[in-house]
Every structure is written in structure tokens, then in C-alpha cells.
């Protein structure tokens, strides 16, 4: 089986030490720290551009999965993060916690722009109050950037038309558009959804619009696509490592997506990481359904896991890609944890949830109704 033949061998196969624990090579000059904010806590260091590793001390960790352009579910599962505020002014509550989401936000649902614009408007606000917020590359995100739009909504194309439009309102300036796109994105939807029947027969006109619109902000160089490049394909706070599909640490994605040569863009695409099924966006390996698994399949996927986890020196590792139909979930003796649950409405429309790490501790965050599920991270080692 193919699973059988998924190899180790790019990994640096040695036990992990001080000085072996890093997926990349990171000058020391990449590192910055985040102030402790109001609290005791040490600042958070962060190494690597995009950032690859995270300090953070004493700081509560909450894993949010796939988001694919639904902006209320977005916010919902933020708000039960403790995250956001409940009062529509999307502001940062979290004080000194971490958020860390795991990609895939574009495609299937209309407002993936404004989702990226509150992601940034949060990490803005966080790193005041000596917090952080990661986001992890998907495979959709490398599949737009591609030009794959093969799964974008109708909705999505009016969006990147919108934002455009709003850009050049904002002089171009692309840091002041992009940070409160979330807060203006539903006013423009609005006015546009009134105007939509004037559109009548010029529909197919709207649509390549719409997709000149995306392509301009997604292709390799462009500025959604720069954009996405700050984001890591696999990122390690503390001794957890975050990636969306599963690891296999070759961390090329953002160097392909800032690359404005076109006529050699084609040969710069990092193959093993973003397609294929062990790649490190695409890989489902760890997030299958294990009833239908032979023992020694479970026994082999397991060995892989760990000798992963142990030359990365983590306790576990968290996915999305995947959804649950269980919900969040651990497996593999609680060294994964699956957080994909679909709950955008263009997949599943699931309730949200989100996975919340303290310490030696982690409970799943259903809502404050439902009851926690509790486990020491002790029992992952």
C-alpha cells in the first residue's frame, strides 16, 4: 500500500538535541520577541521567516482547523477559542494565548479575504497583549496560487473584485486595505447583492472579472500570494508541531510563492511539498479512519509519527485537512490530533470546534454546554 512506502529518509535521522531540533536552518537574526503584555509571562520568540519556531512560555495554545470562506463560522469558532469578542467589533480577547490556524481558508465559501483581514486584525492586537497568531498554508492555498481554481465560489470571485476595488479606494496602500477588509467586506457585499439583478445577461462578463480579479491578488508575486507567504508550511511552538496535512519537513512553499520570475516559475515549484499525497499540505496519512486498518498498518503509521515527532523533539503533532466526522479528536496514542471538522457550510456545516493546549494538558472546546475532554500530555511521550 502506498502508506507503506511513505519514507523518513529527507528527515536528519539523528536523536534530537539542542541543536537538532530545527526543520530549517534559521539565521539568528530572523528571531524576534513578542513584549509579555500586561502579565508576568516571558516574551514569545519567534525564529525563522516565515516563522518556523515559537517560544512561548507558560502560554495557553488553541489549534483551529479548516475555515474555507465562511466568515461566521470563522468567528464562532474564534469566539469559542476566547479569542474574539462576542460584541461584533472583532476584537482580541486572548490577552497572552497563542492561536494557531491550520490552513486551508480559501475555497468553498465567499469571504476568505475577510477571514485572512480578521486573522491579521487579531495578530495585530494580540502581539500587544503578549499574544501571538500563526497560521499554517493548506493545500488550497498552494492549489490558488497555482491558478487552481477549480474549488473557488462564485461568491470568492465577487470578493477579489470587491477588494480590488476597495484597494485602490485605499490609494493602494495594501497593509491599511488588507487589515480592515473584515470590517468594511460586509457593507461591500451588501451593495453588491442589491446591484447583482442589474447585471441580467453581463453575468458571464461579472464572472471574468471575478477571476481576473483573483488571479491578479494569487499569482506567484502578486499581493494575496505575498501575503500568504508569511505563513509557514510547518510551524513548532513549544514541543507541538502544526501542519496541515501531516510532515514531511521540506519548507519551500513561501520562497515559490514570492517568486515574480514566471518564465522560471514552473521549475520552482516544490513538488514534495505541495503535491502528491505524502506532501506535507496534501498528506492524509495520519488522519484516516483507523477501523479499516490492519494492525500492522496502525503499527507502521505509528512508527512514522514517532520517528517524525522525535527528530522534530515534539510531543505531538496537529493537523487539519482532513475532517472529522467525530469531531476533534486524538489517535495514534495522542501523538495527533486531527482538528479539521468542516464546519464551513460549503463542506460539512459542522459546529465549530477547537483544541485547546495548557501545559501538560488539552481538552477539545466544543461549546459551553458540552462537557471537555481532558488528557495529560504525559501519556503522548
Not at 539568528?28 to 508576568?40: D, K, M, P, V, W
Not at 497560521?135 to 473557488?152: C, I, K, L, S
Not at 447583482?196 to 471574468?208: A, F, I, T
Request: hydrophobic share 35%; aromatic share 8%; with cysteine.
Amino acid at each position: 500500500m502506498a502508506m507503506a512506502s511513505l519514507s523518513l529518509n529527507s528527515l536528519p535521522m539523528q536523536p534530537p538535541s539542542q541543536h537538532s531540533r530545527k526543520l530549517i536552518d534559521v539565521p539568528s537574526s530572523a528571531s524576534l520577541s513578542y513584549g509579555s503584555g500586561a502579565g508576568t509571562l516571558k516574551p514569545i520568540v519567534i525564529s525563522g521567516n516565515p516563522p518556523t519556531f515559537v517560544s512561548a512560555p507558560g502560554r495557553r495554545i488553541v489549534a483551529i482547523g479548516d475555515l474555507h470562506g465562511d466568515l461566521a463560522k470563522a468567528r464562532c469558532a474564534l469566539e469559542l477559542a476566547g479569542v474574539l469578542s462576542s460584541d461584533g467589533r472583532d476584537t482580541w480577547t486572548g490577552q497572552e494565548t497563542v492561536l494557531v490556524q491550520l490552513g486551508d481558508i480559501l475555497d468553498r465559501g465567499e469571504d476568505e479575504i475577510a477571514i485572512l483581514s480578521l486573522l491579521r486584525s487579531l495578530q495585530i492586537q494580540a502581539k500587544e497583549h503578549g499574544g501571538a497568531v500563526f497560521q499554517v498554508n493548506g493545500n488550497h492555498e498552494t492549489m490558488n496560487v497555482e491558478g487552481d481554481f477549480r474549488y473557488v465560489d462564485s461568491g470568492a470571485f465577487d470578493e477579489c473584485s470587491d477588494f480590488l476595488e476597495y484597494l485602490d479606494d485605499c490609494g493602494h496602500n495594501w497593509e491599511d486595505a488588507f487589515s480592515s477588509w473584515a470590517e468594511v467586506s460586509g457593507s461591500w457585499k451588501g451593495e453588491r447583492k442589491m446591484s447583482e439583478s442589474s447585471w441580467g445577461p453581463w453575468n458571464l462578463v461579472k464572472r471574468q472579472k471575478g477571476v481576473i480579479a483573483r488571479s491578479v491578488l494569487l499569482r506567484p508575486g502578486g499581493p494575496l500570494a505575498s501575503e500568504l507567504a508569511r505563513h509557514p508550511v510547518v510551524l513548532k511552538v513549544d514541543d507541538w508541531v502544526f501542519c496541515h496535512g501531516g510532515l514531511l519537513p521540506h519548507h519551500e512553499v513561501s520562497k515559490w510563492m514570492t517568486n515574480v520570475d514566471e518564465a522560471d516559475n514552473e521549475s520552482q515549484i516544490p513538488f514534495i511539498a505541495t503535491r502528491g499525497y505524502d506532501s506535507v499540505v496534501w498528506n492524509r496519512l495520519y488522519s484516516r479512519d483507523t477501523s479499516d486498518l490492519e494492525d500492522y498498518h496502525i503499527e507502521q503509521i505509528q512508527s512514522i509519527l514517532d520517528s517524525t515527532l522525535q527528530v522534530v523533539g515534539a510531543k505531538a503533532m496537529v493537523v487539519g485537512h482532513t475532517p472529522q466526522t467525530t469531531g476533534v479528536n486524538c489517535k495514534y496514542n495522542c501523538s495527533i490530533w486531527r482538528v479539521d471538522v468542516g464546519m464551513s457550510s460549503g463542506v460539512h456545516d459542522s459546529r465549530p470546534e477547537v483544541l485547546e493546549i495548557r501545559g501538560d494538558k488539552t481538552r477539545v472546546i466544543r461549546s459551553e454546554s458540552d462537557t471537555f475532554s481532558e488528557l495529560q500530555a504525559a501519556d503522548f511521550l
